[in-house]
């Protein structure tokens, strides 16, 4: 009874928008629905990942890292409203080499496909990988080509004055990873992109 009292109490004085309502969908927001992707070994993420794109989700996040059942895990959450229809295809690249990420990046780039994330794994067999993927939109029959640079260094002040160098000449820093990898330690490794001219 006192409980009640004090609600009408506080909504007489707080005004109308106090009152609780009950969660409802709103009839202008279309629903989401979401699957998570998890595995342990990033060879059949790509395959899990154009799975889901074939029903119509399209990737949102990537995370990688020590989950509490699956142990080192890639996640990687998709979504999808109920209209979607099957559009993008996807590729992951994962190597723990500057070098090899930067011209697979370039190759795939110049396929069609265009970065969305990137996190840094550790596989169940102990080597540490920076994991990108990217997207294609198979709709767009000229997509924008990029040309992209990898930035990798142990120091952020290196870091700021790479950054600096690549835009000065135009490159858009599009995502970065803080983590050990087997390229050089803990490392920063920033990936940046820009029109292809």
Do not use: H, W
């Amino acid at each position: 009874m006192i409980r009640i009292r004090l609600i009408v109490l506080a909504a007489l004085v707080l005004g109308p928008g106090f009152i609780a309502r009950p969660a409802v969908q709103s009839q202008d927001a279309p629903r989401i629905d979401y699957r998570v992707l998890a595995t342990s070994r990033t060879s059949t993420m790509e395959k899990e990942l154009n799975d889901a794109a074939d029903l119509g989700f399209r990737f949102t996040s990537v995370m990688g890292g020590e989950t509490a059942i699956g142990g080192k895990e890639v996640v990687v959450v998709l979504s999808r409203t109920a209209d979607a229809k099957p559009r993008y295809r996807y590729k992951l690249l994962a190597t723990n080499r500057t070098s090899t990420m930067q011209r697979e990046m370039q190759e795939a780039a110049d396929g069609g496909f265009e970065y969305v994330g990137q996190t840094v794994f550790e596989s169940t067999f102990g080597g540490k990988e920076v994991v990108c993927i990217l997207e294609r939109d198979r709709n767009l029959t000229t997509p924008v080509p990029f040309r992209y640079q990898l930035l990798a260094t142990t120091r952020t002040s290196t870091l700021q004055k790479e950054l600096q160098m690549v835009g000065d000449q135009g490159y858009e820093l599009v995502g970065m990873t803080v983590g050990k990898t087997a390229m050089g330690g803990t490392e920063l490794v920033a990936i940046t992109r820009r029109p292809q001219r």
